[in-house]
């Protein structure tokens, strides 16, 4: 008993800050802190799935923004921007390619470095990881990596908005094209502005759809298993949430307030996958993967906005 206790009181901080995290007043770049902070002290319970647990709710909170996205509003979006998308896909796994090569780096790391950073973070990863059967080193390198760098990329893209003069629409172009995870863009986005969080929601599950035909080209390419490929069955649910707010306005405070639960929950998202990185991990990644996703991002994100503000 007296044990339970102390294991209790240990991770109380955790509890507590988790159930903060669905408040207006604890922002996305703060959670994601609050978890670091927590699993650099060794206060994140053990008996926890944190990876499990965070793509659960991170797929509920997707589904429930559905209800707030216009449908003919993502429709326009993602035409609008369906050049933008696809040049950033072909670009970003070109150069994956060609950059892995370069630094004779592991092949397979590469290429999941390299759709992360193409379509959506970890659950790209995740969905191409058993079609190429990556072994589980490899894909904790590659999600350690894209969450690195997600974590930057929530402090320093609303910082570039501004300093840029960005308005909502494209800085929520931006987020989708230039950071890797959902969850990370939607962070930025909502502290940008509500016109950008919609905006960059859209164009970033319209991306989230090519995890298939990239799952089953690097299958392919390193002579995998097509029948192993996981298919994010949350984009279909998402379109549907959007559907229906679409037929049925009636039910507009309810999916209002779906909306803005959802939004909070997606905060308590990334204080998870805070608890998720540490300095260890940070260090065991070593130098080549850093290397490479840090230059696919920079590569992409520079291009995509000077694309948006110039062209």
Not at 45 to 71: C, E, V
Not at 125 to 148: D, R
Not at 173 to 183: E, K, L, P, Q
Request: aromatic fraction near 10%; glycine fraction near 8%.
């Amino acid at each position: 008993m007296q044990m339970k206790l102390l294991i209790l009181k240990k991770y109380l901080p955790f509890y507590a800050l988790a159930t903060l995290c669905l408040f207006p007043f604890i922002s996305s770049p703060i959670a994601l802190v609050l978890g670091f902070t927590l699993a650099s002290l060794g206060l994140i319970p053990s008996n926890l799935d944190l990876a499990a647990l965070t793509k659960r709710l991170l797929s509920y909170s997707i589904i429930g923004l559905g209800f707030g996205i216009n449908l003919n509003t993502a429709i326009s979006i993602s035409r609008d921007n369906l050049p933008l998308i696809l040049g950033s896909i072909i670009f970003t796994l070109v150069l994956g390619y060609l950059l892995t090569r370069a630094l004779k780096f592991d092949s397979k790391t590469g290429q999941l470095i390299s759709a992360g950073t193409a379509i959506c973070g970890g659950s790209a990863i995740a969905a191409v990881s058993p079609a190429i059967n990556a072994n589980s080193e490899q894909t904790a390198i590659a999600l350690s990596t894209v969450f690195i760098l997600n974590s930057i990329a929530l402090f320093l893209f609303p910082a570039l908005g501004h300093l840029f003069a960005m308005s909502q629409y494209d800085f929520g172009v931006w987020c989708a094209i230039a950071i890797h995870d959902t969850s990370s863009v939607v962070g930025a986005a909502s502290a940008y502005g509500e016109e950008a969080l919609t905006t960059a929601t859209t164009i970033k599950l319209a991306r989230a759809l090519w995890i298939i035909p990239i799952a089953l080209l690097s299958a392919l390419m390193f002579g995998g298993d097509k029948k192993k490929i996981t298919i994010p069955y949350f984009i279909g649910f998402y379109c549907l949430a959007i559907a229906i707010a679409h037929w049925f306005p009636q039910g507009q405070i309810a999916y209002q307030a779906i909306f803005e639960l959802s939004k909070r929950i997606l905060v308590l998202c990334l204080f998870l996958i805070g608890g998720g990185i540490t300095v260890a991990k940070m260090r065991a990644a070593g130098a080549k993967p850093l290397i490479l996703g840090l230059t696919l991002w920079l590569s992409i994100g520079t291009g995509s906005l000077v694309y948006i503000l110039y062209v």
